[in-house]
């Protein structure tokens, strides 16, 4: 038996050099170099209706930018499902993009993991400057008192569009501007199979960002001043009740909307299944499936009572896409020329265009593309009523955890359990210490 | 009894292993001492490659506190000890709770898919003994729902099984009126309904497959046999095919049981990555701890954690079943 | 069983509703699948109806437009060959040396490449990644996003249980045969290519069709492994559902193309299977 243990022993030897040499990772190139300064790889979040829709949309972009600069800049169109695991993947091996695509609540997270080229004011220099971004945006691109890890380039808010035949066939006049009146109307257009609201109840991040803005309504949040979790408190606990009870106890919401979690809510909006929709800037989607903009109506987010959009009443989070750079890039100055290539008016106003999305940029956003009724009202929102999503280093987290817990209590409130105070609060608490910090 | 058990070996097998001794003295001293390593050196590398050292890895992982913080640069990571292990085990605090639960769920749904599987696959296998008419058709289309890519089958179950228009409600709910308004079955309790029936549904083939393949290798003397003696066809099954089948049984029923434990596809299909808590599979459960959550380490102790306890069952069904094995014969 | 009584009228009964019962449990998906792939949009979107309004191949023709389905196609194809290929000569080498010579370590390797079937799959992934990762950056072979590293798991992850299927194939072909061989002055290679491999057909057609299957049809590695340019069909597939609207007749469509190859493939074999699993696995 002594060779099998000297195979063994072998072996074991093999494994902790190999493991040795994996803790190498991404620090080998961990600074950022202009070694390849002709290349670029770049990874784009899927915008448009399909993958490759997003490609005809940028490759024409990326060739201007190829004549200007005479860098060639290889382009994935990454689906949502593998983006963060493909970031996460990246950043333990340093193997990735040079220029990528981040969801903008996932900056603060992202930027924990130190991966990401910190926008320093030297950095912000390189490309016109911060002061040329709305300060929304900025808001939602780090933590707090850090330099940002990425750079808003689509805007987003929620907004409430509403079919505006249905409306009229119900006799309802004006959108709701209080979830009352929201109530009140879904009410009134439910019926023969028609529903008055749709929402993507299997999506964790869909119900954060509702959840998130219900908590704002009702002067809550879901993280301390200091970034600790705390999802329990009675005003949170409202908030999320006052969400899931839109199915629960109100019924607006069809109950098979409990599994939705592929936009479905919005092909049924799109197919008058449903006579209203809270959803981020979808004239496009909509468009993709055939209706019209002339058939539906946009509107700010309801709040609790008065008029949304005026005073202090938050009616949205800030939603969008920003555009970071990997720190242990090997172009570092071709990335920067990219981002800020990408992020110049001319560009700004043709992508933020294709995608129905607000420009970021002050001087894009003036554009009268921008003007039209329903983007004046997501412009109006992102402006005055829009909040960022808490920008801590376990949003990522707190989205999955609370995410989570808001999906079971639809599916509870689908199957015709009751949803009280005391549930949501015993999924909240459940979520809470599934925090790390916790 | 005994005789029927040592039919289920087919008998060439039984070639005494010294036949070979001979020649081999014949080709030389490199070839007899070389050459069986030089032939396994192959699997050999790629099995510490791909199987082996990344085990090892992960192991070392486990021990680390592998965190969004530290990922980048894991051999800075600090040591955490047994903290991971702790906190995975600790089963009055949540993570450890959780866990738990999706281990008890796990083993409620590999028992009873198992089971299943091996139910279905054998009474089918058992009843297509006899040639009778359509049955090479039928045994072509038995092993259809096997041959088919995980994904592409699955997605076609999560098609049927939505709330609103799928055909499960659609037969259930609107042609049969079995149930008062449309279940959900990729949500809530129902989905470990869903998830057993679509598991049952892809791995009884393979029983079928194994089944079939240790039917051939009993004796027809021993059918013959019985049958003079009287016995009627239910009494052949019972008394002679079962029994034989009992060394298939023990290889089928664990490799059945690995495959289904660790089974991450058709969960991870069906309900996406984070699943209800009634089909809480461990593996989408770790892979969910790892992934989503981005706690590599504790991921990690979790599969260490989950590898011991494969490790353990294994074991114990190795050496019970043998014992029994040699025992009855 | 060729008994000389008939089967008693129990017997043919339950066997005829057990059977009848499960072809429509097997064939329910089958025929949601193919029928719902030649269905318009809006009948895949609406309630669930038996029968197409119409029948359409616009389907059939739209999913290799939406997704690049051939080059996933191609990439599947390169890979799953590949792997399937280089899985079964290493693993007859394996089960060669295992079944004809006695030496020492034996029982630890098979054991150990048993035991492989136990660990799960995520506990090695990203391991697995960072290997590649540094094997690339130390020797420029780029095995991570390329199909080679995805060859290399794949064919590994079918090896433990072909080798373990073929010993036993192996250990079923008479020793004489190969000894016959060597006695007319082939080497131990030229039993076992000459002898040993022709008689051993049904059992490596099985260990193919289980490798070809497992790298046709794997998800989790493909999905952080490969990028878009080496995207493989199980997790190109994904990409039907990341459109806006959910086009059922696509996936189903899509679903059943990627299926033909492997399912038509293994039942030409099935035969095969049967003689390879009797002599192989079932002992």
């Known amino acids: ?438 | 009894m005994t005789t029927t058990v040592e039919a289920g070996t087919p008998p060439v097998r039984k070639s005494p292993s010294g036949a070979a001794r001979g020649p081999r003295r014949r080709t030389g001293r490199i070839h007899r001492v070389g050459l069986p390593y030089l032939l396994l050196l192959p699997a050999l590398l790629l099995e510490l490659l791909v199987h082996l050292v990344p085990m090892v890895i992960g192991v070392v992982m486990s021990f680390k506190e592998l965190t969004q913080f530290y990922i980048r640069d894991w051999g800075t990571a600090p040591w955490a000890a047994l903290d991971n292990y702790k906190v995975s085990v600790d089963f009055d605090a949540p993570v450890g709770e959780a866990l738990l639960h999706s281990f008890l769920v796990t083993v409620a749904f590999t028992l009873l898919s198992v089971g299943l599987c091996w139910l279905i696959g054998t009474a089918a296998a058992v009843f297509m003994q006899d040639t009778f008419r359509g049955r090479g058709l039928l045994r072509a289309l038995f092993l259809v729902p096997y041959a088919l890519p995980v994904y592409a089958a699955v997605i076609t179950w999560v098609f049927m099984f939505q709330h609103d228009n799928g055909l499960v409600n659609h037969v259930l709910h609107d042609q049969l009126g079995l149930t008062d308004k449309p279940s959900f079955w990729l949500i809530g309790d129902n989905s470990f309904i869903a998830l057993l029936t679509v598991s049952v549904w892809k791995g009884w083939p393979f029983a079928f497959l194994i089944v079939m393949a240790g039917l051939q290798n009993i004796p027809r003397e021993l059918y013959e046999a019985a049958a003079l003696d009287g016995a009627g066809v239910w009494q052949q099954i019972r008394r002679i095919t079962l029994p034989s089948l009992r060394p298939v049984n023990q290889v089928l029923v664990l490799v059945l049981f690995l495959w289904t434990f660790n089974d991450f596809n058709t969960p991870y299909v069906l309900f996406g990555r984070t699943a209800p808590a009634a089909a809480d599979l461990i593996s989408v459960h770790i892979y969910q701890a790892s992934f989503v959550t981005w706690n590599f380490g504790t991921g990690s102790a979790m599969s260490v954690l989950l590898l011991l306890f494969l490790l353990l069952v294994t074991g114990v069904y190795l050496v019970l079943t043998s014992r029994g094995r040699r025992a009855a014969s | 069983m060729s008994s000389p009584l008939a089967p008693p009228r129990s017997f043919l009964w339950s066997r005829r509703i057990f059977l009848t019962l499960l072809t429509g449990f097997v064939l329910l998906p089958v025929y949601v699948m193919v029928s719902s792939s030649l269905k318009p949009l809006a009948d895949v979107t609406g309630k669930f109806r038996w029968l197409p309004t119409e029948l359409t191949i616009r389907p059939y023709i739209d999913i290799w437009s939406t997704v690049p389905l051939a080059r996933y196609f191609l990439n599947s194809l390169i890979v799953a060959g590949a792997a399937t290929v280089c899985s079964v000569v290493i693993a007859v080498f394996a089960a060669y040396a295992v079944s004809r010579y006695d030496f020492r370590g034996k029982r630890v390797f098979t054991v150990t490449v048993l035991s492989t079937q136990m660990f799960p799959g995520i506990l090695f992934l990203l391991p697995l990644f960072l290997i590649y990762v540094n094997i690339g950056n130390a020797t420029g072979i780029a095995l991570f996003g390329s199909r080679g590293g995805l060859i290399l798991t794949y064919l590994t992850f079918s090896l433990p249980f072909s080798i373990w299927m073929l010993i036993g194939y192996f250990d079923s072909v008479p020793r004489d045969l190969d000894e016959a061989a060597l006695v007319d002055g082939c080497g131990p290679l030229g039993a076992l290519f000459r002898v040993v491999v022709p008689a051993a057909v049904p059992g490596i057609v099985a260990v193919a069709v289980y490798a070809f299957m497992t790298a046709w049809g794997e998800v989790l590695f493909a999905s952080v492994m490969t990028n878009d340019t080496t995207r493989t069909l199980a997790v190109g597939l994904q990409g039907y559902s990341t459109l806006n609207d959910v086009y059922w007749n696509q996936i189903m469509a899509a679903s059943l193309v990627v299926s033909v190859p492997v399912v038509a493939g293994f039942l030409l074999l099935q035969r095969y299977l049967v003689a390879g699993l009797t002599a192989g696995a079932v002992k």
């Open chain 1, 1 to 438: 038996m002594r060779s099998t243990r000297a195979a063994a022993a072998g072996a074991v030897t093999l494994s902790l050099v190999l493991a040795a040499s994996a803790c190498g990772g991404g620090s080998a190139t961990g600074g950022g170099s202009d070694d390849s300064p002709k290349t670029l790889t770049y990874w784009a979040s899927n915008q448009g209706a399909s993958i490759e829709i997003d490609k005809k949309v940028l490759q024409p972009e990326l060739d201007k930018f190829e004549k200007q600069t005479g860098i060639k800049v290889k382009l994935e169109v990454v689906p949502w499902s593998d983006l963060l695991n493909r970031i996460l993947t990246a950043t333990t091996s340093g193997q990735g993009p040079d220029v990528l695509n981040i969801g903008n609540t996932w900056s603060a997270s992202l930027q924990a993991t130190g991966a990401l080229l910190p926008w320093d004011a030297k950095n912000f220099d390189k490309i016109g400057g911060r002061d040329r971004f709305v300060d929304s945006a900025l808001g939602s691109t780090g933590a707090q008192g850090e330099d940002p890890a990425a750079v808003p380039l689509y805007s987003m808010a929620y907004a409430l569009y509403y079919n505006k035949k249905m409306f009229a066939e119900a006799g309802v006049s004006k959108p709701p501007a209080t979830w009352d009146e929201l109530v009140a109307t879904g009410k009134k257009v439910s019926k023969d199979g028609k529903w008055g609201l749709g929402a993507e109840g299997s999506n964790a991040s869909e119900n954060i960002h509702h959840a998130y803005v219900f908590a704002k309504q009702h002067g809550a949040d879901f993280f301390t001043a200091d970034g600790k979790p705390d999802f329990t408190g009675d005003a949170t606990v409202a908030a999320v009740k006052q969400y899931v009870d839109l199915m629960a106890k109100d019924k607006v919401i069809a109950p098979g909307n409990a599994e939705y979690a592929q936009n479905q809510s919005v092909s049924d909006f799109a197919k008058g299944k449903t006579a209203m929709l809270l959803w981020q800037s979808a004239s496009a989607n909509l468009k993709s499936q055939g209706m019209s903009e002339d058939d539906y109506g946009v509107a700010p987010v309801p709040v609790q009572s008065g008029t949304p959009g005026t005073g202090k009443q938050v009616n949205s989070m800030v939603a969008g896409i920003n555009l970071a750079v990997f720190k242990n890039t090997d172009n570092l100055d071709g990335a920067t020329k990219f981002v800020k290539f990408m992020t110049s008016d001319d560009e700004q106003k043709i992508l933020n265009k294709a995608y129905s999305s607000i420009p970021p940029v002050k001087t894009a956003q003036s554009d009268a593309a921008f003007a039209s009724p329903a983007n004046a009202v997501l412009k109006d929102t992102l402006a005055q009523s829009a909040v960022a999503l808490p920008q801590v280093a376990d949003e990522s987290q707190f989205e999955t955890a609370v995410g989570t817990a808001i999906k079971d209590l639809f599916a509870d409130a689908a199957a015709g359990r009751a949803v009280t105070t005391a549930s949501v609060k015993a999924a909240l608490e459940k979520a809470q210490q599934q925090m790390p910090a916790a």
